[in-house]
């Protein structure tokens, strides 16, 4: 494989993959920071393994790998003696939510080792983001080979940039060899190597490590990206994978949803729609990767996805006050100045890596129907003193070339400043696809979680003490109020006597608790010279506002402590069940998506925009009697949430356009209505009013008076037009979207394609190819018309003898009338290469690929609907298919089912056929005994 892997080293060729070296035998690696660990037998290893220097003693050490949960004692301190400071450090990963699949594993993983090797001023820290099948296996494997590769790397103590660069490359090589399948699966990886008071980062993949940095006289804290992401939105990356051969499209582009010829993704990545751009092999729908780089991953890198990490040196000063490393879990939502932001709260970064991961988890749940896998290392770095002697100016320059991008920076100079034109802006704020089906399909069948009814009703005293134990917790902190007051009717009562043990070390819960009265203890037993031995750790009161089981709230983990009640006494319960439900099915705004759909004007608007529309509404409340429009008023679109509105208007009004909110009201009566007449109507909740405000039309007097207590959500026209544009413009391109639609459907039944050539055609794309043919878009040359172009390759057809099959195809294909799903032949044509077929329809891609997640019912539905349609339609026409298959059914730009394929199908004249063909994976009985057979073979293959 040859391909171009930076700007710095243009034109160099990466070398193979494969390290000279000894294998390395496999280690049995056991848990680190264990609690029961003994520091001073630790201590005394240490010392031990530095008089040694010996290589092999520093990877037996490798057996103190990170555990993945949160440390239950707090941060961990490791100390830099040579230059007299501290690093504390905490870690949290936390296993992603798939509802289509629970018990999947957490293909993150992670390791700390402080100290590194043999020399104590080493401190390793990594993170490895799994993908694929096998990707928890694979980030297992290289987070305990890269190290070891590392510390037996002879050049480790002088060139650690060298030895990490080469380290990433034996991993690779090993891996590929390993009986580990990793064709599809592999990892990223994101390390930090700690030494003095310069640390050394390798990327290898889309995770990031940042630094902080104090600036100014108020020192004010800023972020400092210490990698880039290597993924198709680097100009540089795209284009040395396309050097390599990779196809880069989004899923809409491969799907036909958007234009393959044109890229749909900026220079980064805000306002992605979880659509990334992706690679694919040159003719094929795999192996789909979101970045550039990785380790594993063997059918990628033939296109370009390589393991060779981009290393950055950074100097360390006072200023810096800690770095933090993490998956792109984290990274997906949150910007690394937020992240950033975020630890800078927190004393203890404990408490700022369960902060991370709870707003990381809530954001992926907010725009998406699941969340990544999602872990974090934080590191203190405490005690650094100013250096004595100033740094060469040199350090501002690239170390090494061709090695990968190397680069040594000082201050707040990012690496996106020195060798590479990128830099990290990547915050997803739009709603992924399945979170627009799944709330689409919230609104159209009254499904999704309901709030639990409560068996105990909260006093007001009751009520203030849950929300004082939860104000500014870092779970409930990004709660909108209406999620809130949820939040509390959800909280539901238990009482306890003295003794009851409430939740249990070493078991499993998902509720959270508040301490409503009374004292309960915090228990953990832990190994002695004399055994276990059960001790005290904390106690819990109401008083101290007390709560406890945040993390049960998110995932399913082993409990490290237990907790038992000491006297008689009760807690408030929160469910992990309904907490999910309060985030996922956005329970705050979906009654006012519903209410924004049932305003005509609005009613033809996406869920995307109606989602936007939704948070721009500002709620106002009027009493009763309360004039809430006077005569001559400036209007806003009004909806009704609770209470009753009554409007007076005169009857002039009706004639007025849009004004669908007076009309439909007027319309259910009967009595006949005269001009002049003033009329009251009375609009109860649910309702709406003042719609034309939004296309900036004004009318005569109308009052509108509150019956009740009455709450509505207001929308002007500018709020409306700075979320969505112009609504005018928007009916407009909608209505000229339809007329476009009416006229390309038109144009077949007038336009001549007597004399059409293919060389009048420019191929566009394929989209379903066969031994001999392919199936695709094109259009005439110099219109837009983009049709259906199914051509047959006239070598391949006279290699595989298949010429009489192609020409009955043909003949079949043009006998048929034409119906909902089999498209109308246009023309057919030949050159000296190609013979083509040209159809009235514009195939978007094959069903099967937008099988990668589950139908709907009703989706499944109408697909299987239309497949029989499209059977019972040729078997009228005394057509055999032959040919029902997921991968040869096809949708066009409508989402109709269509037949192009009909290499299998034939015309029956007689009662039965005996010709042995179809699917090999779904013959009738009757077709492979031989036996002969006709109709219901199709419906068999169904």
């Given at each position: 494989?040859?391909?171009?892997?930076?700007?710095?080293?243009?034109?160099?060729?990466?070398?193979?993959?494969?390290?000279?070296?000894?294998?390395?035998?496999?280690?049995?690696?056991?848990?680190?920071?264990?609690?029961?660990?003994?520091?001073?037998?630790?201590?005394?290893?240490?010392?031990?393994?530095?008089?040694?220097?010996?290589?092999?003693?520093?990877?037996?050490?490798?057996?103190?790998?990170?555990?993945?949960?949160?440390?239950?004692?707090?941060?961990?301190?490791?100390?830099?003696?040579?230059?007299?400071?501290?690093?504390?450090?905490?870690?949290?990963?936390?296993?992603?939510?798939?509802?289509?699949?629970?018990?999947?594993?957490?293909?993150?993983?992670?390791?700390?080792?402080?100290?590194?090797?043999?020399?104590?001023?080493?401190?390793?820290?990594?993170?490895?983001?799994?993908?694929?099948?096998?990707?928890?296996?694979?980030?297992?494997?290289?987070?305990?080979?890269?190290?070891?590769?590392?510390?037996?790397?002879?050049?480790?103590?002088?060139?650690?940039?060298?030895?990490?660069?080469?380290?990433?490359?034996?991993?690779?090589?090993?891996?590929?060899?390993?009986?580990?399948?990793?064709?599809?699966?592999?990892?990223?990886?994101?390390?930090?190597?700690?030494?003095?008071?310069?640390?050394?980062?390798?990327?290898?993949?889309?995770?990031?490590?940042?630094?902080?940095?104090?600036?100014?006289?108020?020192?004010?804290?800023?972020?400092?990206?210490?990698?880039?992401?290597?993924?198709?939105?680097?100009?540089?990356?795209?284009?040395?994978?396309?050097?390599?051969?990779?196809?880069?499209?989004?899923?809409?582009?491969?799907?036909?949803?958007?234009?393959?010829?044109?890229?749909?993704?900026?220079?980064?990545?805000?306002?992605?729609?979880?659509?990334?751009?992706?690679?694919?092999?040159?003719?094929?729908?795999?192996?789909?990767?979101?970045?550039?780089?990785?380790?594993?991953?063997?059918?990628?890198?033939?296109?370009?996805?390589?393991?060779n990490p981009e290393i950055v040196s950074f100097e360390l000063t006072p200023n810096n006050p800690f770095f933090v490393i993490a998956s792109d879990g984290v990274f997906e939502f949150l910007s690394s100045q937020t992240v950033v932001d975020m630890v800078a709260k927190f004393k203890d970064p404990r408490d700022a890596c369960a902060a991370i991961v709870a707003e990381s988890y809530r954001l992926w749940l907010q725009y998406e129907t699941r969340t990544d896998d999602i872990t974090v290392i934080i590191v203190h770095i405490n005690g650094l003193k100013e250096p004595n002697v100033a740094h060469s100016e040199s350090y501002r320059e690239v170390l090494r070339t061709p090695v990968p991008q190397v680069v040594e920076v000082t201050g707040s100079e990012s690496p996106s400043t020195f060798g590479w034109n990128a830099r990290n802006h990547r915050v997803r704020q739009e709603l992924s696809r399945a979170r627009l089906r799944a709330i689409e399909n919230s609104l159209e069948n009254g499904q999704g979680w309901v709030p639990p009814s409560s068996a105990h009703r909260k006093t007001w005293e009751e009520e203030a003490h849950i929300e004082q134990a939860l104000n500014d917790h870092f779970l409930f902190r990004k709660l909108t109020e209406s999620q809130c007051h949820v939040l509390l009717d959800c909280m539901q009562r238990v009482n306890v006597e003295p003794g009851d043990i409430i939740v249990k070390q070493g078991g499993e819960s998902d509720c959270f608790y508040v301490v409503g009265s009374g004292e309960f203890e915090v228990l953990a037993t832990q190994e002695e010279k004399d055994?276990?031995?059960?001790?005290?750790?904390?106690?819990?009161?109401?008083?101290?506002?007390?709560?406890?089981?945040?993390?049960?709230?998110?995932?399913?983990?082993?409990?490290?402590?237990?907790?038992?009640?000491?006297?008689?006494?009760?807690?408030?319960?929160?469910?992990?069940?309904?907490?999910?439900?309060?985030?996922?099915?956005?329970?705050?705004?979906?009654?006012?998506?519903?209410?924004?759909?049932?305003?005509?004007?609005?009613?033809?608007?996406?869920?995307?925009?109606?989602?936007?529309?939704?948070?721009?509404?500002?709620?106002?409340?009027?009493?009763?009697?309360?004039?809430?429009?006077?005569?001559?008023?400036?209007?806003?679109?009004?909806?009704?949430?609770?209470?009753?509105?009554?409007?007076?208007?005169?009857?002039?009004?009706?004639?007025?356009?849009?004004?669908?909110?007076?009309?439909?009201?007027?319309?259910?009566?009967?009595?006949?209505?005269?001009?002049?007449?003033?009329?009251?109507?009375?609009?109860?909740?649910?309702?709406?009013?003042?719609?034309?405000?939004?296309?900036?039309?004004?009318?005569?007097?109308?009052?509108?008076?509150?019956?009740?207590?009455?709450?509505?959500?207001?929308?002007?026209?500018?709020?409306?037009?700075?979320?969505?544009?112009?609504?005018?413009?928007?009916?407009?391109?909608?209505?000229?979207?339809?007329?476009?639609?009416?006229?390309?459907?038109?144009?077949?039944?007038?336009?001549?394609?007597?004399?059409?050539?293919?060389?009048?055609?420019?191929?566009?794309?394929?989209?379903?190819?066969?031994?001999?043919?392919?199936?695709?878009?094109?259009?005439?040359?110099?219109?837009?018309?983009?049709?259906?172009?199914?051509?047959?390759?006239?070598?391949?057809?006279?290699?595989?003898?298949?010429?009489?099959?192609?020409?009955?195809?043909?003949?079949?294909?043009?006998?048929?009338?034409?119906?909902?799903?089999?498209?109308?032949?246009?023309?057919?044509?030949?050159?000296?290469?190609?013979?083509?077929?040209?159809?009235?329809?514009?195939?978007?891609?094959?069903?099967?690929?937008?099988?990668?997640?589950?139908?709907?019912?009703?989706?499944?539905?109408?697909?299987?609907?239309?497949?029989?349609?499209?059977?019972?339609?040729?078997?009228?026409?005394?057509?055999?298919?032959?040919?029902?298959?997921?991968?040869?059914?096809?949708?066009?730009?409508?989402?109709?089912?269509?037949?192009?394929?009909?290499?299998?199908?034939?015309?029956?004249?007689?009662?039965?056929?005996?010709?042995?063909?179809?699917?090999?994976?779904?013959?009738?009985?009757?077709?492979?005994?031989?036996?002969?057979?006709?109709?219901?073979?199709?419906?068999?293959?169904?």
């Amino acid at each position: 494989m040859g391909c171009i892997y930076s700007r710095v080293c243009i034109g160099e060729t990466c070398k193979g993959s494969s390290i000279n070296g000894d294998p390395i035998s496999r280690h049995e690696l056991q848990q680190a920071f264990s609690p029961s660990s003994d520091g001073g037998e630790i201590r005394d290893q240490l010392n031990q393994l530095s008089l040694t220097r010996d290589p092999e003693a520093g990877i037996r050490r490798l057996a103190r790998v990170s555990s993945q949960f949160l440390p239950p004692d707090g941060s961990r301190i490791a100390k830099v003696d040579s230059e007299k400071y501290e690093l504390r450090y905490s870690y949290l990963s936390q296993r992603g939510y798939y509802p289509d699949a629970l018990d999947k594993a957490n293909q993150d993983s992670f390791c700390i080792h402080t100290p590194f090797g043999t020399d104590v001023n080493d401190h390793f820290f990594g993170v490895f983001d799994g993908h694929g099948e096998f990707g928890a296996e694979c980030s297992q494997f290289v987070k305990r080979r890269l190290c070891e590769n590392l510390l037996r790397n002879s050049k480790f103590n002088v060139d650690p940039v060298e030895a990490c660069h080469a380290s990433f490359l034996a991993t690779n090589s090993q891996l590929h060899a390993d009986v580990l399948d990793d064709s599809m699966s592999g990892t990223t990886a994101i390390t930090i190597l700690v030494r003095g008071k310069t640390v050394y980062v390798a990327n290898c993949g889309d995770s990031r490590a940042v630094i902080a940095e104090k600036k100014g006289k108020d020192g004010d804290i800023v972020a400092v990206d210490l990698s880039i992401d290597q993924t198709p939105y680097r100009v540089d990356e795209l284009e040395r994978v396309k050097l390599c051969g990779a196809r880069v499209l989004t899923l809409d582009q491969i799907e036909g949803l958007k234009n393959p010829e044109v890229p749909c993704w900026g220079s980064d990545e805000e306002g992605d729609d979880g659509d990334p751009p992706r690679l694919w092999v040159p003719n094929g729908m795999y192996p789909g990767t979101a970045f550039t780089r990785s380790i594993g991953d063997s059918i990628a890198e033939t296109i370009g996805v390589v393991a060779n990490p981009e290393i950055v040196s950074f100097e360390l000063t006072p200023n810096n006050p800690f770095f933090v490393i993490a998956s792109d879990g984290v990274f997906e939502f949150l910007s690394s100045q937020t992240v950033v932001d975020m630890v800078a709260k927190f004393k203890d970064p404990r408490d700022a890596c369960a902060a991370i991961v709870a707003e990381s988890y809530r954001l992926w749940l907010q725009y998406e129907t699941r969340t990544d896998d999602i872990t974090v290392i934080i590191v203190h770095i405490n005690g650094l003193k100013e250096p004595n002697v100033a740094h060469s100016e040199s350090y501002r320059e690239v170390l090494r070339t061709p090695v990968p991008q190397v680069v040594e920076v000082t201050g707040s100079e990012s690496p996106s400043t020195f060798g590479w034109n990128a830099r990290n802006h990547r915050v997803r704020q739009e709603l992924s696809r399945a979170r627009l089906r799944a709330i689409e399909n919230s609104l159209e069948n009254g499904q999704g979680w309901v709030p639990p009814s409560s068996a105990h009703r909260k006093t007001w005293e009751e009520e203030a003490h849950i929300e004082q134990a939860l104000n500014d917790h870092f779970l409930f902190r990004k709660l909108t109020e209406s999620q809130c007051h949820v939040l509390l009717d959800c909280m539901q009562r238990v009482n306890v006597e003295p003794g009851d043990i409430i939740v249990k070390q070493g078991g499993e819960s998902d509720c959270f608790y508040v301490v409503g009265s009374g004292e309960f203890e915090v228990l953990a037993t832990q190994e002695e010279k004399d055994g276990e031995v059960p001790r005290v750790l904390q106690r819990y009161t109401a008083e101290k506002l007390s709560c406890f089981g945040e993390l049960a709230l998110m995932y399913n983990k082993p409990l490290q402590a237990s907790v038992r009640a000491v006297t008689n006494g009760t807690l408030w319960t929160l469910k992990r069940e309904d907490f999910r439900g309060i985030l996922v099915s956005e329970f705050s705004n979906l009654s006012s998506l519903k209410l924004l759909r049932s305003v005509d004007l609005l009613s033809r608007l996406s869920i995307l925009q109606l989602s936007q529309i939704s948070d721009s509404l500002s709620e106002v409340t009027f009493s009763s009697g309360q004039t809430i429009i006077n005569k001559n008023e400036v209007l806003a679109l009004y909806i009704i949430q609770k209470g009753r509105v009554k409007l007076t208007f005169d009857a002039d009004l009706l004639t007025s356009p849009n004004t669908y909110s007076l009309k439909a009201d007027i319309e259910n009566e009967d009595d006949d209505v005269q001009s002049g007449t003033e009329l009251s109507i009375e609009k109860p909740e649910g309702s709406y009013f003042g719609e034309w405000s939004l296309l900036d039309q004004q009318i005569g007097s109308l009052t509108a008076v509150a019956e009740d207590d009455v709450v509505c959500a207001l929308l002007t026209k500018d709020k409306l037009e700075s979320v969505i544009g112009s609504l005018q413009k928007i009916s407009q391109e909608d209505h000229k979207l339809r007329d476009n639609s009416e006229e390309f459907t038109k144009s077949f039944e007038f336009s001549s394609f007597d004399k059409v050539q293919l060389s009048d055609l420019e191929w566009r794309k394929t989209i379903y190819s066969t031994d001999c043919s392919e199936i695709g878009l094109a259009n005439l040359k110099d219109s837009e018309n983009v049709l259906t172009l199914k051509k047959f390759s006239k070598p391949k057809v006279k290699r595989l003898g298949k010429e009489s099959q192609v020409l009955k195809e043909k003949d079949l294909i043009k006998s048929m009338s034409s119906s909902a799903c089999v498209p109308q032949v246009l023309c057919t044509f030949a050159d000296r290469i190609y013979a083509g077929i040209l159809l009235n329809t514009r195939l978007a891609c094959p069903l099967s690929s937008i099988l990668s997640s589950p139908f709907s019912e009703s989706a499944a539905r109408y697909c299987a609907a239309s497949v029989v349609i499209a059977l019972e339609d040729l078997h009228k026409n005394g057509v055999l298919y032959r040919g029902v298959s997921h991968d040869v059914l096809m949708l066009d730009q409508r989402g109709h089912i269509q037949l192009v394929d009909f290499r299998f199908g034939k015309k029956l004249s007689d009662e039965r056929t005996f010709t042995i063909c179809g699917r090999a994976d779904s013959l009738a009985p009757e077709i492979v005994l031989g036996k002969g057979h006709s109709f219901p073979a199709d419906w068999y293959t169904f």
